[in-house]
């Protein structure tokens, strides 16, 4: 699943997709995502994302995603987060898949 399009998002959500083993479920939201507005997105080789918050943890931080997306969700108008790629092998599992956080991050962005 490649993106397609002049859309800086989509051309380093390509690099990110040949570099690295995405889950199906990933690949499902990924999916998803393409047809919102990306307002972020932020990629990290060293420490991670943290699940719940989205904020940016040292390598000492126990759980730890690379990959951090906010879009707009057009439903509600809402800023909605995902995160994917955990950052050790233990947590990559079936139970840990990307997760979306129902809840408004707007107010995080500003």
């Given amino acids: 699943m490649l993106f397609s399009g002049d859309?800086?998002?989509?051309k380093?959500?390509?690099?990110?997709l040949k570099r690295y083993?995405?889950?199906?479920?990933?690949?499902?939201?990924?999916?998803?995502?393409?047809?919102?507005?990306?307002?972020?997105?932020?990629?990290?080789?060293?420490?991670?994302?943290?699940?719940?918050?989205?904020?940016y943890h040292d390598e000492d931080h126990p759980?730890?995603?690379?990959?951090?997306?906010?879009?707009?969700?057009q439903r509600n108008n809402s800023t909605k987060m995902l995160v994917m790629l955990p950052s050790t092998a233990e947590e990559f599992t079936p139970e840990v898949k990307a997760y979306q956080l129902t809840k408004s991050v707007k107010s995080q962005l500003l």
């Fill in 7 to 10: 859309n800086h998002f989509f």
């Fill in 21 to 55: 083993k995405f889950s199906n479920q990933e690949l499902e939201s990924l999916q998803k995502v393409k047809k919102t507005e990306i307002i972020s997105l932020a990629y990290t080789n060293d420490g991670g994302f943290d699940l719940k918050t989205g904020d």
């Fill in 63 to 73: 759980v730890n995603y690379k990959l951090r997306i906010y879009y707009k969700d």
């Fill in 12 to 16: 380093t959500l390509n690099t990110l």
